[in-house]
């Protein structure tokens, strides 16, 4: 089978290699010249643009888009169109929001596959979880290069019509910040607790056999080795939340209760704050207010 690959980063040379490893062909484009050349040393045909991708594959093209969220998906989709037909299969393997994978399906003409992708850089070797959406047919004519980019044939599943990839993978990653949080708020307790604790001893005992074993565990265990078990100079500061936000989002309109992603999605916002949360520093003035309790000044600390 003949793959065009768009977008060539950390994810999208997974999906390149993998493909290539299973046998079939790629042909794969990046903005970025330098990851086009690397791309080709793989063993991908190089494109250097869009159209140039599109001609250099063959009729019924199948096509990989592995670019960030947003814009950058509208740009190629739009680049792409004069090329393609309703032969023509196009995968989202991004973590794009469902409604914009719902748009694009109707716009694109060509059938559209919107598909959620777990596993990050460690794909590489095991493969990834993919949780797919859109027609049957598309979904049927790609299960070659699925069961190459997923662990295997197991490793991917149709959810359903359009958007309902992405659907399932934004609930995934809300998911994956409750389980961040809840693991965070254990160890966090441990590091400050009445015990002095060797925590990638306790991580490595937990994914050993105990209910709360996981791979997110096993990673705990790497950042404790890592950055040593105070985490060094890891900064309480948590970027992204886009995910987060959505499924929060989707929580309020379907009024499905969801306190524990909504907690780890604010204390994401929180960690953010650089001069302190204000919310703390108002309820610090005001035990002061009600109490005459001494008010901590920023140049105590
Ligand atoms: N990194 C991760 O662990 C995971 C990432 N994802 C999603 O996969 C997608 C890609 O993520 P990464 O590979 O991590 O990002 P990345 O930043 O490593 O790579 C993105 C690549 O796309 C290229 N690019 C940007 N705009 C382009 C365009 N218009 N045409 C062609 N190439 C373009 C960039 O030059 C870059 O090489 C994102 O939607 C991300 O949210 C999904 C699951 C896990
Ligand atoms: O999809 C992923 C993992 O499953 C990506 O790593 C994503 O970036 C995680 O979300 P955030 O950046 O908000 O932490």
Redesign the pocket.
Known sequence: MQLGV???????RIVVDRTLDAGHDVVA????AA?REDAADAGATPADS?AALADELDDEKRIWL????GD?VD??LSELEPHLSDDDVVVD????HFEDSVRRAEETPAAYLDCG?????AGAELGFSLMVGGPAWAYEELVPVLDAVATGPDGHARMGPAGSGHYVKMVHNGVEYALMQAYGEGFELLHEGRYDLDLEAVAGVWNNGAVIRSWLLELCEEAFREEGVALGTVADRIEGGSTGTWTVQEALTQEVPLPLIYAALSERFGSRADEGRFSRRLANRLRYGFGRHEVQRLDDA
């Open positions: 768009v977008g060539l980063g950390r994810m999208g484009f990046d903005i970025d990851a869009l592995m670019v960030p969220a950058a740009a190629a393997g991004g973590n794009s992708t777990s596993g990050g850089p």
